[in-house]
């Protein structure tokens, strides 16, 4: 199948290709972000999307009932990117849920029936981030990867660490000390990733992982984050899923989170080929929640206008922006720790999937996040503060009239009430465990399979030497500083 799927440069003035067989964090030539790009006329894609619903019936096992009992797979002749079924890495991801959420909506002044709840935390790893994995590890299998890796908020790095191990590959989490939630750091440790707490946030994480990726070529790690195309290829299957529950009829609204953007841009990449292929009438409309505490998106599309036109967008403008916040020192800050970043590395892929779908960016405090999360709980099934930034920008978006009431709304609810305990205790009690289990006594750990977290400085040697190489592996590159050789571009 592969052979009518290549990797794809974003930026059209370069549009270079390359084959689904190499492994690539960014375009070679410019930098840029790459999509996966099929040439649907030799690939066999069904007349109607109807035509998935038979899979229902015929999930079970063998390597195609396997395939049609994930959420994901069942809908794979729309992510045709893999060379034979064998490719396939799945564990049952992508069976969740598109709750009818009458008892919120009825919070929120809606009609009932019109605000529906997409739980991605049903996932078997507990968020939306198992739909991405599934089709970045049957990549990496396609490709022969041994070793993987991810910087990570938390949900990648519980998600990685459940998929390698499940695959037989090495998984390596790079998370930012004392940034993400227990529940999420218990699972990577658990699921025997080795866990580098490097001593930074998120952004510094994941530069350093891409740096490691293409400029320590002798380490072997295949990158997981979400510059990766093959894993957004896989978010889109959550839209697909929000389409069947609802008869293959789109919603007027789709609210999601914005973190590192990829799940929004896997969302207008899905509405984008659904359209081209006829398989779909209306594309619905998007909104992406920020945190106001990492705001980038909302900043720049909300306030600085910044749009994708004509195939491309002013990375000047971004290149500025950025700049002022490295001069400010600027730090991300949210109690939604999933979403803490500064410098979301798909905004070129999510301006696109805002002029696709006709997106609005809104940003939303932490009391805001806090009493929407409580709200799902209370008359739904919970989530994860990061989740609830849908419902939050749900409710800033009803006060100002974007949506109205009587329209059709889908929140997508990320990740899992249990990932993040600790802001559910401490809402509700005042009790802060995250400050008491700092000040817990520690003793050595004992299990037989204990895996305990390894602290790194954010500096490339030391963290070469704790993934077990050298530095010599280096070859005179930079050693102390936080920049980058990867040409990355802003684009
Ligand atoms: N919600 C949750 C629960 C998340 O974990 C994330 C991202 C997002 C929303 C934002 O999604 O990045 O596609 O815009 N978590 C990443 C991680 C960054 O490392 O787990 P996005």
New binding site residues.
């Given amino acids: 199948m592969s052979d009518a799927a290549c990797q794809q440069c974003i930026n059209k003035q370069c549009g270079a290709t390359y084959c689904v067989s190499e492994t690539k964090v960014a375009c070679t030539k410019c930098g840029s972000l790459l999509d996966i790009k099929y040439d649907w006329s030799r690939l066999p894609v069904p007349k109607d999307m109807s035509f998935f619903e038979h899979r229902w019936s015929t999930k079970g096992t063998g390597t195609e009932g396997r395939d049609d009992f994930s959420g994901v797979w069942r809908f794979r002749e729309l992510l045709p990117f893999y060379r034979t079924p064998d490719d396939i890495v799945t564990i049952g991801e992508g069976r969740t849920v598109l709750q009818t959420a009458d008892l919120l909506a009825r919070q929120l002044n809606m009609k009932s029936g019109s605000l529906l709840l997409q739980y991605e935390g049903l996932n078997p790893s507990g ?3 198992d739909n991405g994995m599934t089709a970045a590890f049957t990549h990496a299998r396609m490709v022969g990867a041994k070793r993987v890796a ?8 519980a998600s990685l660490a459940m998929f390698a191990s499940l695959a037989e590959m090495r998984g390596v989490v790079f998370i930012g000390s004392g940034k993400i939630s227990f529940g999420k750091l218990s699972q990577a440790l658990d699921y025997g990733a080795l866990t580098l707490q490097i001593q930074g946030d ?1 952004d510094a994480c994941l530069r350093r992982v891409r740096q490691i990726a293409v400029d320590v070529p002798q380490m072997g790690i295949y990158l997981m984050n ?1 510059v990766n195309p093959f894993r957004l290829e896989g978010q889109k299957s959550i839209m697909y899923r929000v389409l069947e529950a609802r008869g293959w009829e789109s919603p007027d609204w789709v609210i ?9 841009a896997a969302f207008g990449k899905a509405f984008a080929e659904l359209k081209e292929l006829g398989l779909l009438k209306k594309i619905p409309r998007l909104a992406v929640i920020n945190a106001s505490g990492a705001n980038t998106l909302y900043r720049l599309f909300e306030q600085q206008k910044l749009r994708w036109k004509d195939d491309a967008y002013d990375t000047t403008a971004v290149q500025k922006y950025y700049a002022v916040m490295d001069e400010s020192n600027y730090e991300a800050h949210t109690i939604a720790s ?2 803490e ?1 500064g410098r ?1 590395v ?1 905004l070129p892929k999510a301006l696109r999937a805002l002029a696709i779908m006709d997106g609005v960016v809104r940003e939303v405090s932490d009391e805001e996040i806090l009493e929407a999360r409580a709200m799902v709980a209370r008359w739904g099934f919970g989530c ?1 503060p ?2 609830a930034a849908s419902v939050a920008g749900l409710m800033k978006l009803l006060a100002e009239q974007v949506v109205s009431p009587s329209e059709t709304v889908v929140c997508i609810l ?2 899992h009430e249990l ?1 993040d305990p600790n802001v559910t205790v401490k809402y509700h009690t005042g009790v802060d465990m995250k400050s008491v289990q700092d000040l817990a006594p520690r003793t050595e750990p004992h299990g037989r399979l204990a895996n305990r977290p390894v602290q790194v400085e954010d500096n490339l040697e030391a963290i070469v030497r704790a993934m077990g190489g050298n530095p010599g592996m280096l070859g005179g590159r930079e050693i102390q500083g936080a920049r980058s050789s990867v040409p990355i571009a802003e684009y």
């Fill in positions: 968020s939306f981030k991810c910087a990570s908020t938390g949900n990648t790095s998120f979400s999601v989170p914005g973190g590192n953007l990829g799940n929004c999933a979403i970043i979301p798909n994860e990061a989740s990320t990740g990932k």
